[in-house]
């Protein structure tokens, strides 16, 4: 039966470290790119959309709104609240730090 | 071939770019490629509407009001507005400070503002689309002959 302690399978391999409160884990780094205020369809802006999907249980206590954290070496803000994907793992949109 | 000679609007978007590109930052004319935050804070410059007027302008000759649009761009961490707000002034500077445009219109004034921000992202954007009208002549036949 899969469980818990299982969600860390999902990331061993292809998860990137994430820290947070002192604690390493690993998450999946996605970083899709958006293009944002076109001008009737172009000369918009392309930026990344990073977010890192974590498993519910990754750290005691679980970052919050405008947390600091660093996901493979960078240093983020946690963007806004997560969003449950399926009741495992949290996806949580990062914002740059400068 | 004979050689057309670019429109007067067409000078004056020149003349925009031109002036714009005076500032500290880099300003494109109808460019239709994405700009990455890096490439951020810049203006792009578009044509807009144009209106003539046959009704006070003597034989021969048509006035024009001719519109462009500014789109002040940038991209900030926060408070996005503050980044785009140096482009502003420093490109109102730029546009108004001969509201002629070197000669080619007879005056040049705002017609409008609009914000547009987005933010879910790495970075937050905004573009302050800043709409500049502009009044000129052309000879009725031919939109690339300046009648001052």
Known sequence: ???DADLGVFTADMGVPVLFGGVMVKGILNKPIATKLADEGFGGISV?????ELPYNAFTTM???GAAIVVNGISYTVADEAADIDGAFLRYPLKAVS | MPTINPSVQSQILDAVVAALNTTQWLAYRTRMASFKPDQLPAFNVLPDDGEPDYAESYSGSVDWKFRFRVRCMAAAVNEV????????VAGSQAIL?????????RITRYA?????????ADYDQ??????????FGTSRGDPSVLVP
Do not use: H, N, Y
């Not at chain 1, 990344?48 to 890192?52: K, V």
């Not at chain 2, 507005?81 to 502003?88: E, G, N, Q, R, S």
């Not at chain 2, 409008?112 to 879910?120: H, I, L, N, T």
């Open chain 1, 48 to 52: 990344q959309q990073t977010t890192i």
């Open chain 2, 112 to 120: 409008g503002q609009k914000w547009e921000r987005e933010g879910d």
């Open chain 1, 1 to 3: 039966m899969f469980g």
């Open chain 1, 63 to 65: 970052p919050e709104q």
């Open chain 2, 97 to 105: 400070s001969d509201p002629t445009l070197g000669g080619l219109a």
């Open chain 2, 81 to 88: 507005d503050k980044a785009v707000d140096p482009l502003f």
């Open chain 2, 126 to 135: 905004c573009a302050l689309v800043v709409t500049f009208e502009t009044e």
